[in-house]
């Protein structure tokens, strides 16, 4: 298994909504990370988690929470989210203790109305 | 501040030709580097990378070129197929262990049939 599959792959919430945003890896990877890329832009870091820690958060808002709860799970929850972060959410993993590069997921594109 | 730059927003070449994709970065520290190839409602599709000990790397009708002094890469594509109409994005990296990537913001190629 070579993909990170990423669920759902659109999502329509409302501000005052609560979802989750899921990502899984089967390849043994223990570095995994949650990109936001707006249209005509290129992927912007938000989080990265390796041994299933958060190691780095790029200032990302609070209403963006993720969790990692095994070494092949990445939840991203959302909750009282605005317009303006309607985006594609990708998710990606790699192995650790190399800048080799990442798999990406398809995305789940989030439209907040 | 961008610190890795594709200036060029779009490209269009004919089949059969070479294609020629160029990327510039400015942290001397960045020392990995990646290409990836993004179609529409889709996530990023590795195609190759390059690290600073070497100044050409190549897979199949891929060839990346990286010249340290200038910091500068380029992505050619030998010959160009109209299957290779995307998104291209350069990434770049320090291979320090924080596994972050910075993204440029991508380069739109049309092969024309």
């Known amino acids: 298994d070579t993909e990170v599959t990423q669920t759902p792959k659109h999502l329509v919430m409302g501000m005052t909504n609560k979802k989750s945003l899921k990502c899984e890896q089967h390849?043994?990877?223990?570095?995994m990370y949650w990109y936001k890329q707006k249209a005509k832009k290129p992927p912007e870091l938000m989080f990265v988690?390796?041994?299933?820690?958060?190691?780095i958060n790029e200032s990302v808002p609070s209403r963006f929470s993720p969790e990692c709860p095994n070494s092949s799970l990445l939840n991203l929850h959302l909750h009282a989210l605005q317009p303006e972060d309607s985006a594609l959410y990708l998710c990606?993993?790699?192995?650790?203790?190399?800048?080799?590069?990442?798999?990406f997921g398809s995305g789940t594109r989030l439209t907040v109305v | 501040d961008q610190q890795v730059k594709q200036n060029s927003p779009s490209l269009s070449v004919q089949e059969g030709r070479i294609s020629i994709l160029n990327c510039d970065y400015t942290?001397?520290?960045?020392?990995?580097f990646l290409w990836y190839k993004k179609y529409p409602a889709e996530g990023p599709t590795f195609l190759i990378s390059?690290?600073?000990?070497?100044d050409k790397n190549e897979d199949g009708r891929f060839t990346v070129f990286l010249n340290k002094s200038a910091k500068h890469l380029s992505l050619h594509i030998v010959p160009s197929q109209p299957g290779d109409s995307a998104v291209y994005f350069c990434?770049?990296?320090?291979?320090?262990?924080?596994?972050?990537?910075?993204f440029g913001t991508g380069t739109r190629l049309k092969v024309l049939a």
């Open positions: 990606a993993s790699s192995p650790t203790g190399t800048a080799k590069g990442y798999t």
């Open positions: 390849m043994g990877h223990r570095a």
């Open positions: 988690y390796s041994y299933e820690k958060l190691s």
């Open positions: 942290n001397s520290m960045f020392d990995y």
């Open positions: 390059i690290s600073s000990i070497k």
């Open positions: 990434a770049a990296s320090a291979a320090s262990g924080t596994y972050k990537y910075i």
